[in-house]
């Protein structure tokens, strides 16, 4: 018998988690604001997965959208949320962190991973925006991540699948290939017969419609989102500094 293709769901809601469990997913990856790739879940969220929930969880580490290129403080934040999604049952992380120059950030990758430990890590995406897959691929395997998800370098995974059947026999068996993006039903089996892969990981979703009846009429909320990855909306000092100073004494 074949070796069953084990099915990972990417959600970022709790009634995501759910739906996924009902259609069968082997595994979830927990996190947020999947309109930016993905963000660190609410720890309410992870508690209520894990209760109602007897698959495994693997929890996004990542504190904001944008790149992969973390400061000292973001970097204690990724740590702070390793050590409560381990508190939480959480069975492993999925984390990352680059440097500058597109290489994988050995050193800050390294602490994440010994925190996570004797958790599972997966290394996202930020794999697919490296220099160099192969060398990326290599670093990992020294690290002793198990497994790192990829769309081959690609926009999608369909797109990249000659790349990650490359990665795929380069790896022989030392780590685990995971396509990912824009991995749908209809291209999910010839993407594993053409790569070999073990695992697949994809969101599964559509849109879904509110249940309001009344809908405010000239109200938004939110930001526009970022034009690229290499954009993401942050306070500045400067513009909050503007408004008390205007504020002061009003």
Known sequence: MPT?????ACVDSIESALAAARGGAHRLELCANLIEGGTTPSAGTLAVCRARLDIPIFVLIRPRGGDFLYS?????????????????GAQGVVTGVLRADGEIDVDRTGELI??????????????????????????????RVERVLSSGQAATAPEG????AGLVRQAAGRIGVLPGGGVTPENAA??????GVTEVHLTGAGVHQ???????????LGNVAPSNAYDWNETEAEQIGRVVATLRGV
């Open 4 to 8: 069953p293709i084990l099915v990972e």
């Open 72 to 88: 000292a403080a973001e970097l204690a934040v990724m740590l702070e949320d390793i050590q409560r999604a381990k508190q939480a």
């Open 114 to 143: 010994a925190a996570a430990r004797p958790l599972h890590v997966t290394f996202h995406r930020a794999f697919d925006v490296c220099r160099d897959a192969s060398r990326a691929l290599e670093t990992l395997v020294a690290l």
């Open 161 to 164: 699948a000659e790349t990650i």
């Open 190 to 195: 010839a993407l594993v017969r053409a790569t």
């Open 210 to 220: 509110s249940g309001m009846t009344f809908r405010a009429p000239t109200v938004s």
